[in-house]
């Protein structure tokens, strides 16, 4: 690998890999893949080191996480840092590198990761990647008594009249805030799956054309190839994610019973 | 590394959950992946796993990375 393509590696190749762009971005990336075998040769291993990786973990026993976790815990001695940061010469070292840095990150390139998601398109790119489930549970009662406590707002979670099975909850994060996503399977095509975003969105206008249904105002947009329909009960936005047509997003928004 | 490779979170997950900007989780995803790579490769060799022809190409592979990260170093410092 050459110079560049090493720093290339460390910053996007890993990053694309790991599906951290957009589409946009993606091809940009793999327009440099063609032009460059290096680079695509970096591509593969680090592929195959992923799903290596995910396949060792389909096998090793879940304690594992927390053997590691305890590991590093006793590891790291707190007093190391503070002890370093006593010394003038490593606090001179360390804000040159923190400069070095900085400067990289502002001027030195303009990283797409840093760039302002949207609250749909995080929503759109948590529904897209169906990560497992945190409480898998097909019981409202229970997931919403789980879901209390785990977030720093209250949530209530709809009951949809057209037989949409609640699958489970998982928690997450969009533009630095906690989040709950609720999956439910649809009856229709074998089980489709519906995601609902729930986030404490302070943020007073939600993106789409509004529609006013069911006495609730409710925002309609696209992203990705899939419809988002948001709306906001009690200060907190829920959003439904889906691939249906909008007409099925409409008559399920319709049927969401908020209590 | 576990984080990410094994329970699949984002980048921005993992910056909220470890308290740390996204840059830092990118650098020592980096190096961790690397470390872990390195010493899998070793303990490959170690017990019998890989053998010869391979095991010296890998291990090629890894030594002229390392060689260029020590360069890399002197040049910055």
């Keep these: 690998l050459t110079h560049e393509c090493r720093k290339l590696e460390e910053t996007f190749l890993h990053a694309y890999v790991d599906g951290e762009f957009s589409p946009e971005e993606s091809g940009e990336v793999k327009a440099h893949l063609a032009e460059c075998p290096m680079c695509a040769h970096a591509v593969r291993l680090h592929q195959s080191y992923k799903a290596a990786m995910l396949r060792a973990n389909a096998t090793a026993p879940h304690p594992f996480y927390d053997d590691v976790r305890e590991g590093l815990l006793h590891e790291a001695d707190p007093g190391r840092w503070a002890r370093a940061f006593q010394r003038p010469s490593a606090i001179a070292v360390a804000a040159a590198c923190a400069g070095a840095a900085l400067w990289f990150l502002a001027g030195g390139l303009s990283h797409p990761i840093f760039s302002t998601h949207s609250l749909i398109e995080d929503g759109v790119a948590l529904h897209a990647r169906a990560l497992p489930l945190d409480y898998p549970s097909s019981d409202p009662r229970s997931a919403q008594q789980w879901l209390e406590g785990k977030l720093d707002f209250g949530v209530h979670l709809p009951r949809f009249a057209q037989g949409a099975r609640l699958q489970g909850v998982r928690l997450s994060n969009v533009n630095q805030r906690q989040a709950a996503v609720v999956t439910y399977s649809l009856p229709q095509g074998d089980g489709r799956r519906v995601s609902l975003l729930i986030v404490d969105d302070p943020e007073p206008h939600l993106p789409g054309a509004a529609r006013r249904i069911a006495d609730r105002e409710v925002w309609l947009s696209r992203a990705r190839g899939f419809n988002v329909a948001s709306w906001r009960n009690d200060e907190i936005v829920y959003s439904l994610i889906s691939d249906l047509d909008e007409k099925d997003v409409l008559a399920l928004v319709q049927s969401a019973e908020m209590r | ?77």
Aim: proline residues 1%.
């Design chain 2, 1 to 77: 590394v576990i984080l990410a490779d094994l329970q699949e979170f984002s980048y921005k997950e993992i910056a909220e959950i470890l308290d740390c900007p996204v840059g830092t989780v990118m650098s020592r995803l980096y190096r961790g992946r690397k470390l872990l790579q390195k010493n899998l490769l070793e303990y490959a060799v170690a017990s019998g796993v890989l053998q010869g022809k391979q095991a010296l190409e890998l291990g090629a592979v890894v030594e002229e990375e390392e060689a260029v990260e020590v360069l890399e170093f002197k040049r910055r410092a």
